[in-house]
């Protein structure tokens, strides 16, 4: 199993960007994808997941509102639209089906 994030970069507060995990070596219509991301000197967090039946969506409050998660089956990837970007916001985003991880994206917000 391989997730690929990728989409990082360096964006002024108030901006946006798009992550995408590239997600192979299993049934991707059938797993949740989740997005994690770690600031430095914080814990890891859950920020956003959207699950496999209905494609329901979960957000953190820190995202909630600014961040969207969606899946694209055909392509097996899953993207998270960040708008509104918050120096806050900066951090290392990772994706996560099962207990597999990504190898992580810096995401940079300037203030």
């Known amino acids: 199993v391989q997730l690929q994030a990728s989409g990082g970069g360096l964006v002024q507060a108030g901006g946006s960007l798009r992550l995408s995990c590239a997600v192979s070596?299993?049934?991707?219509?059938?797993?949740?994808i989740a997005w994690f991301r770690q600031a430095p000197g914080k814990e890891r967090e859950g920020i956003a997941c959207?699950?496999?039946?209905?494609?329901?969506?979960v957000y953190s409050d820190s995202v909630k509102g600014r961040f969207t998660i969606s899946r694209d089956n055909a392509k097996n990837t899953v993207d998270l639209q960040m708008n509104s970007l918050k120096p806050d916001d900066t951090a290392v985003y990772y994706c996560?089906?099962?207990?597999?991880w990504g190898q992580g994206t810096l995401v940079t917000v300037s203030s």
């Open positions: 996560k089906a099962y207990d597999y």
């Open positions: 959207i699950v496999s039946d209905n494609d329901d969506t």
């Open positions: 070596g299993l049934t991707f219509g059938n797993s949740a």
